[in-house]
């Protein structure tokens, strides 16, 4: 196995992760930005009232891309264990 391949390898798990996480924490993001401004425009600054939104937020959306998250994860291992035998 040369350098390139294992290079092509990492790069991909790389971003794979990059956009696996993109969901979850996209739906983080939002939801935080959302509860700001709430709290802003209410001046209720408690900090704790953002933590139950973000949780229910970030569990909704690994339930609606759990799936593809696992197929994507799936293709990727077995991309690399069938570059196995190919290894000389």
């Not at 229910?56 to 990727?76: C, D, K, Q, T």
Request: net charge negative; charged share 10%.
């Amino acid at each position: 196995m040369d350098t390139e391949t294992i290079i092509s390898i990492l790069r991909q798990g790389l971003f794979l992760v990059l956009i696996v996480s993109a969901g979850p924490m996209a739906a983080a993001l939002v939801t935080g930005i959302i509860i700001s401004i709430l709290q802003a425009t209410t001046q209720v600054q408690e900090q704790t009232l953002s933590y139950v939104p973000k949780i229910i937020a970030v569990s909704l959306s690994l339930a609606i891309l759990g799936p593809w998250m696992l197929r994507e994860i799936v293709n990727f291992v077995q991309m690399i264990l069938n570059s196995i035998p190919l290894v000389h």
